[in-house]
């Protein structure tokens, strides 16, 4: 699910006082199975080894548990299996095809997938002769191993220090070493909170072995830093990234930093999928006089649109090269009528209010053909001038191309009429006059305009088949929806779209796009109407330092997670011309500055993004994120699989090859290469500031192999 919750731990896990080498830990898992020595001396047979898939294996204890090494790899788009391990074990899926070709590019293991015994002892339930199965496999295919989870021992080169953890207690780590792992693109040196993670720090005690890639701080009981993660290389062809810390992905952003690291180790920064930071931020209501929560209305102006100008240049000279954050607009044709009333025919559209279903069932089916029609029966097709519409300064100032083309644009409908229960009539009028008007005064002809989509107004009309049927007439086949009411998710994949059927809302095949909502409310233009409403209606408390410290947190976990999901705002949030200075404290331009609250947001946000990771942000138009929604379920239906060729003498890689079954797929599939292929076979490449290049390859009836420039080494 896109908002995550904190999974529920079985209690047979309940972590538990562990004694390791005379010094008690709380822990939930074990130390790790060393290799069997004899297994380590044994002649193999690797001349007729040539290849490996690279799917990774995901080996835990339950599904919740899995999430928090498989949502990533999910993130990237990384071909995955997983393997539930019950307390009494299970047998390993075959590693290898008859023909020789091994079956996995990587093993994730989750806290060594060990369970108590009575008396309290945990030990994995995967027997000695299963665990030196999967290191001889390493060694034959050079498969990356990572453990997370894992209590420091001899098998790691570690020793435990001191008696910790129980996740109460506050120890910031870092990541201290990326030099194994430099594509990952992690700030080293960045604190991480392990706040509410079980963690166990350790020093090395084998350095031939053991290289340190990741510190704990110092904090009560540990006055000078310890060895948060180690990277353990056997010589052998047999290498294990081990962390000592539990991993909870669904709420914990420093979970969700360190699998990056682990996933770029792993895969040597080589995969089939790829990162890509979208930061959406869409603005509604353009045009419209919003009442204020805290009294009176608010209506944007032009002194408010223009320091965003500047300061979006600003924000973006801040970001990695390769960035290009921009905002987007939504737009509403009535309210521009509203201020030149009267001199615009007959005025806006007004009509009485309509009863609200939803107040009853919120998601609301209404029935095909029912409802009743607010809009007045004289208004047919619309009558509005182009004198008319320009004579408020608003539109002027949006209709310059400068600025106009300094913003995304869609269409947010005319008036703003609430679609759950609207008639089929109501709804006609309400998309086919607002693209009259955009198409009148230019905003058709921006640099970023969205003919195709629809911001619903409240993100009404979902469910409602007589409205679904308008918007398709009118040319309209995505929407976005609102991710804080679960029906509107796709069950089966958080970065799929969610799409309309005849079944759950009398129409087939409208995109529902996911958009996260955020404590910056449509309603408030100041701080303090925004802290007012947030402590009024979701219980918050403090200032207006506290509700940006909450929205950090959770938004940057999103983005961290390759979450491209847009971001909902409104008219109101800009408000900008005449607010006092706000000190934050932080910022990705500034400590303080003279901001509106959509400025607060972004600068908290990517302030704090920016501090942890170096990678381009960007921005698509509606349009082209619901098309890279469409493409990302249409590529992960096709079941794709890369497939490493190998050199098992120089132990390295040494090409690469994307297939599926039947080698067709309706989307282009990415592949990630950490340096130069020796052709591209004239596929599209993205490569975006200093971050990888990525090859689009199209399947039309055959695998696609690509020849590595520089062999990379197991």
Wanted: charged share 15%; aromatic share 10%.
């Amino acid at each position: 699910m896109n908002n995550q919750t904190r999974h529920g731990r079985p209690p047979f896990w309940a972590p538990k006082p562990v004694q390791i080498s005379n010094v008690t830990i709380i822990a939930n898992t074990s130390t790790i199975a060393p290799d069997d020595s004899d297994a380590k001396l044994e002649e193999r047979q690797v001349a007729g080894i040539t290849s490996c898939k690279s799917t990774f294996l995901v080996i835990a204890r339950d599904a919740s548990s899995a999430y928090s090494a498989k949502s990533g790899l999910n993130d990237y788009g990384i071909p995955f299996e997983v393997l539930i391990v019950p307390a009494g074990g299970v047998a390993l899926p075959p590693l290898s095809s008859a023909t020789g070709v091994g079956n996995y590019g990587g093993f994730v293991i989750l806290s060594e997938v060990s369970y108590a015994d009575s008396a309290g002892n945990y030990a994995s339930a995967l027997t000695s002769a299963q665990w030196n199965t999967l290191y001889t496999y390493q060694r034959t295919f050079g498969a990356r191993m990572v453990r997370l989870d894992v209590v420091p021992s001899a098998a790691t080169g570690t020793t435990v220090v001191g008696s910790c953890c129980d996740g109460t207690l506050e120890q910031w780590m870092a990541i201290s070493d990326q030099s194994q792992f430099p594509t990952a693109g992690i700030v080293v040196g960045a604190g991480l909170s392990t706040k509410g993670l079980y963690h166990y720090p350790a020093s090395i005690s084998n350095s031939t072995l053991a290289k340190a890639f990741a510190l704990f701080g110092t904090t009560t009981g540990f006055t000078s830093n310890t060895v948060a993660g180690v990277i353990n290389n056997f010589g052998n062809g047999r290498q294990q990234m081990v962390f000592f810390l539990g991993f909870a992905t669904d709420w914990s952003t420093t979970s969700i930093i360190l699998q990056h690291a682990w996933i770029h180790w792993a895969t040597r920064g080589l995969y089939a999928g790829y990162r890509r930071v979208m930061l959406n931020t869409q603005i509604d209501d353009m045009f419209l006089t919003s009442p204020i929560y805290s009294g009176g209305t608010f209506r944007v102006e032009p002194a408010d649109l223009a320091p965003h100008i500047t300061w979006m240049a600003a924000v973006r000279a801040k970001l990695p090269t390769g960035s290009n954050w921009t905002m987007e607009v939504g737009h509403n044709g009535n309210g521009n009528i509203g201020v030149c009333r009267p001199t615009c025919g007959s005025g806006p559209i007004d009509y009485a209010a309509q009863p609200d279903p939803t107040a009853a069932q919120l998601e609301y089916v209404k029935p095909p053909g029912t409802g009743t029609s607010l809009w007045p029966a004289t208004a047919s097709t619309y009558p509005y001038s182009l004198a008319c519409v320009t004579l408020d300064p608003l539109l002027n100032w949006w209709a310059k191309p400068a600025y106009r083309d300094a913003f995304m644009h869609i269409s947010h409908t005319f008036t703003h009429e609430a679609q759950d229960a609207a008639t089929y009539s109501d709804v006609m009028k309400e998309i086919s006059w607002n693209q009259a008007w955009i198409a009148q005064w230019g905003l058709s002809g921006a640099k970023w305009f969205s003919g195709r989509g629809l911001i619903p107004p409240a993100i009404t009309g979902l469910h409602n088949g007589d409205a679904l049927k308008a918007w398709s007439e009118n040319g309209l086949v995505n929407a976005v929806g609102d991710n804080t009411r679960p029906v509107l998710l796709n069950a089966v994949n958080e970065h799929w779209p969610l799409i309309t059927t005849m079944a759950a809302d009398n129409f087939d095949g409208i995109q529902i796009t996911p958009r996260w909502a955020t404590n910056i409310y449509y309603n408030c233009d100041t701080t303090a109407c925004d802290v007012a409403e947030w402590k009024a209606i979701a219980q918050g408390s403090g200032t207006i330092l506290d509700l940006l410290a909450l929205e950090q947190s959770t938004n940057v976990r999103h983005l961290l997670a390759l979450h491209h999901d847009a971001f909902m705002f409104h008219q109101a949030n800009l408000r900008q011309a005449d607010v006092a200075t706000t000190t934050l404290g932080q910022g990705l331009t500034a400590k303080s500055g003279k901001w509106s609250l959509f400025q607060m947001w972004v600068e908290i946000v990517l302030g704090e993004l920016m501090r942890v990771v170096t990678w381009p942000i960007i921005s698509l138009k509606h349009d082209d994120i619901a098309t890279a929604f469409a493409q990302r379920m249409a590529r992960d239906n096709c079941n794709y699989t890369m497939t490493y060729t190998l050199d098992s003498v120089a132990q390295t890689i040494t090409s690469i090859t994307l297939s599926n079954p039947g080698n067709t797929c309706a989307a282009p599939i990415p592949i990630t290469v950490p340096g130069p292929v020796k052709s591209t076979r004239r596929f599209t490449t993205e490569q975006l500031g200093g971050d990888p290049l990525t090859i689009w390859v199209p399947l039309v009836g055959a695998a696609e192999a690509f020849d590595l420039k520089t062999p990379v080494a197991w």
